[in-house]
């Protein structure tokens, strides 16, 4: 079992960056893979990026691969999304999830393959 927190979230003007962490508790971090969703009111949960256990696969929506990074630290039990040139249709709450399953490209964004879920963190983008 893995226990997953975010935090981070806020509000931020447009063009601000801001840097969710994601703590996991329980067994075995490093053999979990971490990806961030999130969801906008009214939308489905959508994939944003993740990141394989030992941190050398990375895989991105190409909607956010050119200003949000993903990353982890398995010696702090920690994974990070750090989000740059943020708008306001980045509102949403943030999730991370944890999967013990290597990643692919195709498996990556798949929701159903993920078992742990954070409770999610808002992230607010004013215009």
């Known amino acids: 079992q893995v226990q997953l927190v975010e935090s981070g979230g806020g509000l931020v003007p447009a063009g601000g960056s801001l840097g969710l962490s994601c703590l996991a508790s329980?067994?075995?971090?490093?053999?979990?893979?971490m990806a961030w969703f999130r969801q906008a009111p009214g939308k489905q949960r959508e994939f944003l990026a993740a990141?394989?256990?030992?941190?050398?696969?990375?895989y991105y929506a190409d909607s956010v691969r050119a200003r949000f990074t993903i990353s982890r630290d398995n010696a702090k039990n920690t994974a990070y999304l750090q989000m740059n040139s943020l708008k306001p249709e980045d509102t949403a709450v943030y999730y991370c999830?944890?999967?013990?399953?290597?990643?692919?490209?195709?498996?990556?964004?798949?929701?159903?393959?993920?078992?742990?879920w954070g409770q999610g963190t808002q992230v607010t983008v004013s215009s």
């Open positions: 999830a944890a999967r013990r399953f290597e990643l692919s490209t195709a498996s990556a964004p798949v929701q159903v393959q993920y078992a742990f």
């Open positions: 329980g067994r075995a971090f490093s053999n979990y893979g």
């Open positions: 990141i394989s256990s030992s941190g050398t696969g990375i």
